[in-house]
């Protein structure tokens, strides 16, 4: 299993779990597979404290927090994202970044209209039929969400584009999806309807 698949938690001084989502907090470590039924199972179940070889206070909501974390890890990237030049927002920009190939991941606020993700996806899928690269798709902000990390209104749509800060924002965005066990992309959806669209 690779190293983004796991999360880190620590016993804090205090004896709580802590989640070390950066993986530099000093002390023995346990890791737990990165999606919120396997960590609220391991509460569940107390295993943190057979992992980490000592009493530890565990809270109740412990998926929860984690989530919170990797959400506001995700918007703060996907800020720095918008400051770098490395985000498209509104529809049409969004699909130009698409067919242009330019679009590393496409954003969608929980509150999008199906026809304007329809539009979207069928621009994603002509550029996987056209050769192009296959270009997953995330619905995992509210708009409001969106709108205050990306410094706008309304911010129902937006792409990732292919610079180093949207990779950096993309992968905090994967890690999120895992986590709310999402999966890890949609690119195979989208493959499979560029392949029906060739038949």
Same mark, same amino acid.
């Given at each position: 299993?690779?190293?983004?698949?796991?999360?880190?938690?620590?016993?804090?001084?205090?004896?709580?779990?802590?989640?070390?989502?950066?993986?530099?907090?000093?002390?023995?470590?346990?890791?737990?597979?990165?999606?919120?039924?396997?960590?609220?199972?391991?509460?569940?179940?107390?295993?943190?404290?057979?992992?980490?070889?000592?009493?530890?206070?565990?809270?109740?909501?412990?998926?929860?927090?984690?989530?919170?974390?990797?959400?506001?890890?995700?918007?703060?990237?996907?800020?720095?994202?918008?400051?770098?030049?490395?985000?498209?927002?509104?529809?049409?920009?969004?699909?130009?970044?698409?067919?242009?190939? &330019?679009?590393? #991941?496409?954003?969608?606020?929980?509150?999008? @209209? =199906? /026809?304007?993700?329809?539009?979207? $996806? !069928?621009?994603?899928?002509?550029?996987?039929?056209?050769?192009?690269?296959?270009?997953?798709?995330?619905?995992?902000?509210?708009?409001?969400?969106?709108?205050?990390?990306?410094?706008?209104?309304?911010?129902?749509?937006?792409?990732?584009?292919?610079?180093?800060?949207?990779?950096?924002?993309?992968? &905090?965005?994967? #890690?999120?999806?895992?986590?709310?066990?999402? @999966? =890890? /992309?949609?690119?195979?959806?989208? $493959? !499979?309807?560029?392949?029906?669209?060739?038949?």
């Amino acid at each position: 299993m690779a190293p983004e698949d796991l999360i880190r938690f620590v016993a804090g001084p205090d004896g709580s779990v802590v989640p070390d989502l950066k993986g530099n907090l000093p002390g023995r470590g346990c890791w737990v597979t990165a999606d919120r039924s396997h960590i609220d199972k391991a509460v569940a179940k107390n295993l943190f404290a057979r992992a980490l070889r000592a009493p530890v206070s565990v809270p109740k909501d412990l998926g929860a927090t984690v989530d919170n974390l990797l959400a506001r890890s995700a918007l703060g990237a996907l800020g720095l994202a918008r400051k770098a030049g490395a985000v498209a927002l509104g529809s049409a920009k969004v699909e130009t970044a698409v067919r242009s190939g &330019r679009a590393a #991941a496409v954003l969608h606020a929980i509150e999008a @209209s =199906p /026809d304007g993700i329809r539009k979207i $996806a !069928a621009a994603r899928r002509a550029t996987v039929h056209l050769g192009g690269p296959d270009i997953p798709a995330y619905k995992l902000f509210s708009e409001a969400d969106l709108s205050l990390a990306l410094g706008g209104t309304n911010v129902i749509h937006a792409a990732l584009l292919e610079r180093d800060a949207g990779m950096a924002a993309l992968k &905090r965005m994967v #890690a999120l999806d895992r986590y709310r066990g999402g @999966s =890890p /992309d949609d690119r195979l959806t989208v $493959a !499979a309807h560029a392949a029906e669209d060739t038949e």
